[in-house]
């Protein structure tokens, strides 16, 4: 029973951090009907601009969300306006296409520049824990979660309290109603994968301390967030966090009581599963 | 929005039997060029080049003529090299006979996997293609038994074979640049039955609107999945060159997404739906990877006095530049997809009709 609560709290750890890269995804998704299977390489640039920041100036990687956050977000802003906008009618195989182009060009300029070695930030803490009711609790990853259900909370009270989140959300309802209700949908676009883009980097700042930073890391974390939000239900930010903890949980229980080899296998099996069965998610139809 | 298609228009009288004769001479001048050339490094490209043919060819069937955008083409390119290889080493089977059980094998996974994947539509089965090739990896990666996980298989020379007389090593590169060129005569073939037949205008249909296609009482899981079974075996028989080929395998270089993305790519590129597109594709393709991978664009600014070898950008580029073909797929896809969305075929016939247009304006 301990080794079975140990695996549950360990995997909602991992599992908050995927929720963190699936709202994006599903931000994205759910105003501008786009899978950006660009996604991961976003996740990837935060990663090498919290290593940078920690190299260059020792800053600390949880630190340098506020970097990595603003930066994201702009980067995301102006993949939008100049690469996706013009796609946006465009057939949507023609927009997975352009996304899987953008995703090879950042993976493959970040080869170009810092190479495909593997790389480490060691912090104090990387493999710290600490006891709580008889668990054990790796420290980053316990830090990340504070922060991820912090940004998490924020984010839902921008999307239901403030008028430009209803805005986006009018939006992700129903484009044309929202324009012809005078909302700027090019700007809600825009936001929106920004918001997207600066979610992901800050997920990748997030797990950096735990994790080998390369080139190519993005493309698991792509799947895994398509995993997230369909599970959750495409375009739903409630489900995409309920489906980050899902799988985390479901990723760290196929690795104690499967095989820690097999454990990607029991996700893509139960994504396969949910696509089948329930291809609207968990939650129904629900839309943010 | 289908407008943009490239509707296969039917060309004028005449110009089938021009077209004909252009492809049996060009089949013909690739037959005679063993007898010619004999560097291997030539045939090596020009192997390379069959086998991106074929695969951009095979991959055209599912996702350009019946318009099933598979993103885990990779899946039966995988089974393909494994079988054949898995047949060869463990079983001591011939490979010809190997590579008929790898592409039943695909063939069946292929039918499989689409009765389950194909009651998805659009990003939905995007996304299931791609889960289904990554259970395929994750599977070979961890069955460490049969397919040596992650170390991958490393296969002793192929075994020769004997007509009567003749027999035929396969050491040299030319029993593989023939075999290339018959398997890419045949692919392309392939491609063309599939739009001139019944079977092609039913796939057609299911692209340009499955709801249409469905209400004129056309089976859609059926055809579809006709769609993905020829395409899986000629994408099988591809993988099982390669790893014929090359001689070694793992999961990390024929069972990737790389390897699916790519074969979207050639036809991407090439121009989608058409028999010529992932030809064109794949010349593009190869030959740009390969005039990077080669350095051979550092050595020309170099020789041009562009830039001086000693130089730290001379420098730099010797040292990144031959690893940077993945950076231009990249690029180049965005620049297709943006500028050009019928692949430089389309935009070829296009450039092609409007200038004609033009002509036809002035004499008037």
Redesign the interface.
């Known amino acids: 029973m301990a080794l079975f609560l140990q695996s549950v709290v360990s995997g909602l750890l991992v599992g908050g951090v995927y929720a963190l890269i699936g709202i994006g995804l599903t931000l994205i998704f759910g105003v501008m009907r786009i899978?950006n299977f660009a996604h991961g390489d976003l996740l990837m640039m935060g990663m090498y601009g919290t290593w940078i920041a920690f190299t260059a100036w020792k800053l600390d990687p949880f630190l340098s969300i506020l970097l990595v956050f603003p930066a994201l977000f702009l980067w995301g802003a102006f993949l939008q306006r100049t690469?996706i906008n013009?796609?946006l009618?465009?057939?949507?195989?023609?927009q997975?296409?352009?996304t899987?182009?953008?995703?090879?060009?950042?993976?493959?300029?970040a080869?170009?520049l810092f190479t495909s070695d593997y790389r480490i930030l060691t912090t104090s803490y990387s493999s710290e824990s600490f006891q709580l009711a008889g668990l054990s609790l790796s420290s980053p990853l316990a830090v990340s979660f504070v922060i991820t259900a912090t940004i998490t909370a924020i984010l839902y009270w921008f999307l239901m309290k403030t008028d430009t989140g209803q805005a986006i959300r009018a939006t992700a309802q129903d484009r044309d109603a929202a324009q012809l209700m005078g909302i700027n949908v090019r700007w809600m676009s825009i936001l929106s994968f920004g918001l997207g883009a600066a979610f992901a980097g800050t997920a990748g700042a997030l797990i950096s301390p735990t994790y080998y930073i390369f080139p190519q890391v993005g493309?698991p974390f792509t799947?895994k967030a398509?995993?997230v939000v369909?599970l959750g239900g495409m375009g739903s930010v409630v489900g995409a966090t309920l489906g980050g903890l899902l799988v985390g949980v479901t990723e760290s229980l196929a690795a104690v009581y499967i095989?820690s080899?097999?454990k990607?296998?029991v996700v893509?099996?139960v994504?396969?599963l949910i696509?089948?069965f329930k291809?609207a998610g968990l939650l129904g139809k629900s839309r943010m | 929005m289908d407008a943009m298609r490239p509707s296969p228009s039917p060309a004028p009288r005449g110009s089938a039997r021009i077209s004909v004769a252009a492809a049996v001479a060009v089949v013909a001048a690739l037959a005679a060029v063993p007898a010619f050339v004999s560097n291997p490094y030539a045939l090596h490209i020009m192997i390379l080049l069959f086998l991106s043919v074929i695969m951009g060819s095979a991959w055209n069937v599912v996702g350009g003529y019946a318009g099933q955008y598979s993103v885990g083409h990779a899946a039966y390119y995988g089974i393909g090299a494994y079988v054949t290889l898995i047949f060869m080493t463990q079983y001591r089977i011939m490979p010809w006979w190997g590579t008929w059980v790898a592409m039943a094998a695909a063939l069946a996974v292929a039918l499989v996997i689409g009765s389950i994947t194909f009651r998805l539509r659009g990003p939905y089965f995007v996304l299931a293609s791609i889960a289904v090739a990554e259970v395929i990896r994750l599977t070979v990666l961890n069955w460490k038994s049969v397919t040596n996980g992650a170390e991958g298989i490393l296969s002793g020379p192929i075994p020769k074979i004997a007509f009567g007389e003749t027999t035929i090593k396969f050491i040299s590169k030319v029993p593989f640049y023939y075999v290339g060129l018959a398997m890419v005569v045949a692919t392309v073939l392939a491609n063309l039955a599939v739009q001139h037949s019944k079977l092609g205008y039913y796939f057609q249909a299911i692209r340009e609107d499955q709801d249409a296609a469905h209400s004129l009482g056309i089976n859609l899981t059926f055809h579809k999945n006709v769609a993905l079974g020829i395409s899986a075996v000629f994408t099988a028989l591809a993988g099982s060159y390669y790893a014929l080929y090359v001689r070694f395998i793992d999961p990390s270089t024929v069972l990737t997404i790389d390897v699916s993305v790519q074969m979207v790519l050639i036809c991407i590129i090439g121009g989608i739906g058409t028999v010529l597109g992932p030809v064109i594709g794949a010349l593009v393709l190869v030959a740009l990877s390969e005039t990077l991978r080669s350095n051979l664009i550092t050595d020309v600014l170099i020789s041009i006095g562009a830039v001086s070898a000693e130089s730290r950008v001379g420098a730099f580029l010797k040292e990144h530049l031959s690893h940077a073909h993945m950076l231009i797929y990249g690029v180049l896809v965005v620049v297709v997809i943006l500028f050009m969305p019928d692949g430089i075929l389309g935009w070829v016939r296009q450039s092609m009709r409007r200038r004609a247009l033009a002509a036809a304006g002035e004499k008037r």
Do not use: E, H, K, W
Not at chain 1, 89 to 94: K, R, S, Y
Not at chain 1, 100 to 109: A, E, F, K
């Open positions: 899978i690469f013009r796609v009618g465009a057939l949507p195989q023609n997975i296409l352009l899987i182009g953008l995703g090879l060009v950042m993976s493959n300029t080869m170009f493309q799947l398509f995993v369909v095989s080899g097999l990607d296998l893509y099996v994504f396969l696509l089948l291809p």
